[in-house]
């Protein structure tokens, strides 16, 4: 099972996520599931960068990704940001609610951003 951990701070924002597991679908290679997370969480990380210009903090090896934001200034794109990283969480749940058994989302309340 795939395990999406999306973490926001006490003002709704999302601050980072992770995504562990793999769906076990079908075979590797040929797992919709699989495929599709990836390709939404690789996806919203780079789209962020191209787009906004804000890098992320991230980590990736075999079936896991973990992509963080860290101090931004004051004048960078927050909302732009958060518009991608809701997007990117809006079809990981259209995904859970015809995967379920293959990918839970975890919403996470932080009470500080990390580093």
């Known amino acids: 099972m795939i395990i999406v951990r999306i973490e926001r701070l006490e003002d709704g924002t999302i601050q980072g996520f ?5 769906a076990g679908y079908a075979d590797p ?3 919709i ?4 997370v990836s390709a ?3 996806g919203a990380v780079n789209s962020i960068e191209t787009l906004t210009g804000i890098v992320m903090k991230s980590k990736m090896k075999d079936g896991f990704l973990s992509a963080r934001l860290r101090n931004l ?3 960078a794109p927050h909302d732009n940001v958060q518009l991608l990283l809701e997007s990117m969480q809006v079809m990981l749940v259209t995904i859970e ?3 379920g058994e293959y990918i839970q989302i975890k919403q996470v309340t ?3 951003k990390r580093r």
């Open 18 to 22: 992770s995504s562990r597991g793999h």
């Open 73 to 75: 200034p004051d004048d």
């Open 110 to 112: 932080i009470t500080e």
């Open 97 to 99: 609610e015809s995967y």
């Open 29 to 31: 290679g040929e797992d």
């Open 33 to 36: 599931v699989c495929a599709a």
């Open 40 to 42: 939404i969480t690789v």
